[in-house]
């Protein structure tokens, strides 16, 4: 109580632990396959969660910082680009 009477930002916390956690599990699949391109098919959790960045980029709900981490591993922010 003393913390949440201070602003203690609990949600905040887990979902930037989580958000590094995923981060964490792509760039070891970048270190394994020099690329950070998910495949999507068979339910893959992973390129779920990449699927997820991409439309928080869109929708503007992502914050530079992650944009720039994520840009660091070659992420692919348009995929129908990235065929061309």
Known sequence: ERLKSIGFDWEG???????????????????????????????????????????DARQGKISKERIQRLQALGFTWDLRRSWF
């Open 13 to 55: 916390r887990t979902q930037r632990l989580t958000w590094d956690m995923w981060y964490s599990k792509l760039q070891r699949f970048h270190r394994r396959h020099g690329h950070v391109d998910v495949p999507q098919r068979d339910g893959s959790r992973l390129g779920n969660w990449v699927n997820r960045q991409r439309r």
